[in-house]
């Protein structure tokens, strides 16, 4: 049986009003005498949205298209319905005007190899490298980080979207240069935030983002190199073991022990591999983590045009 909009529309308020209660509790805005209650209330609201998801015919999937769709296709078929959409270059999707296959170590060596950046240093000595991020944040010359990131310990150094402020200056001198997404008289960017929203990431191979969830809607677009990508949906966060904020220990990568994590087999991953030119736009609350398969740079942002809207807490 397949789910209807209307049906999807239902999933989308359940899933807004457990998010609601739950943070209403975490606030304390709700009596204490009326927390138990309404945090069950939240749980089950969860479970009821896994239950229904669970109702299609077919297992879950990244939908795919051959093109970058128009903003209000993204909004009504994927942001609303908490969808995730994959764009293929090699099916013709590639971003027009975009320096697919250009910008690379070599490039960023060559151009700003003089110039300080901020970046993750240390990640392979702690554990939670990911949710201390701040701790790990260092300015180093790029030829120094390239070079670590060559010859270096395998996931020792990252540039993430945590580094982004300080390398707002670099960041911007490289996605001033980038066209809007989509078609011309329906674009996905609000362009000009692409300067305050827009983040550049460069890593190594090897390099691992663990579990999490976003809080706002991105999109991803691969500039070089490859990237192995795990998806689960928002509403698996009942078998994630959600730890803290929006981090969880599951690894997909691995067998987990369900002793310690009970349900982890039921989570519905769904893997792909990001090649330079693909497009992904990543539905708020979607789990997934990333491993990177050799020398990349990321494009990714959150500047939709003010029709697809975060979740504001």
């Known amino acids: 049986m397949n789910i209807n909009k209307q049906t999807l529309s239902v999933l989308s308020i359940v899933f807004v009003v457990c998010i609601i209660i739950y943070l209403c509790i975490r606030t304390k805005s709700i009596k204490k005498t009326d927390s138990d209650f309404t945090l069950h ?3 089950w609201c969860l479970q009821l949205l896994n239950h229904m998801s669970h109702m299609e015919s077919r297992p879950p999937m990244i939908a795919e298209l051959d093109e970058i769709p128009s903003l209000t296709v993204l909004r009504n078929e994927y942001a609303a319905r908490n969808r995730s959409l994959l764009v293929r270059a ?4 590639n971003p027009a005007g975009w320096p697919i296959h250009k910008w690379t170590l070599d490039f960023l060596l060559e151009r700003y190899g003089s110039e300080t950046v901020n970046v993750q240093s240390g990640r392979d000595t702690d554990a939670k490298y990911e949710e201390n991020s701040g701790l790990h944040r260092v300015n ?3 030829t120094d980080f390239i070079h670590k990131l060559r010859h270096g310990p395998i996931n020792g150094h990252y540039m993430t979207a945590n580094n982004a402020a300080n390398n707002r200056k670099l960041i911007n001198k490289l996605l001033s240069t980038l066209p809007n997404l989509g078609p011309v008289n329906d674009p996905i960017l609000d362009l000009p935030k ?4 827009g983040f550049l990431w460069v890593g190594g191979k090897g390099v691992f983002t663990p579990t999490h969830h976003d809080l706002t809607n991105n999109f991803i677009v691969q500039i070089s190199g490859r990237k192995r990508w795990w998806v689960a949906p928002t509403s698996d966060m009942i078998y994630m073991h959600n730890h803290n904020h929006v981090y969880s220990y599951i690894d ?3 067998k987990m022990d369900l002793s310690k994590f009970p349900n982890a087999d039921k989570i519905r991953w769904m893997q792909f591999d990001m090649e330079p030119g693909d497009f992904l736009f990543l539905g708020e ?3 997934h983590c990333v491993e990177s398969l050799e020398e990349n740079v990321t494009v990714t942002g959150t500047c939709f045009h003010n ?3 975060h979740f504001t807490r």
């Open 41 to 43: 209330k939240a749980a």
């Open 90 to 93: 090699k099916r013709g999707g």
């Open 140 to 142: 180093l010359k790029m």
């Open 194 to 197: 692409l300067t305050t929203s």
């Open 252 to 254: 997909p990568r691995k």
């Open 285 to 287: 609350g979607n789990w």
């Open 307 to 309: 029709t697809i809207k």
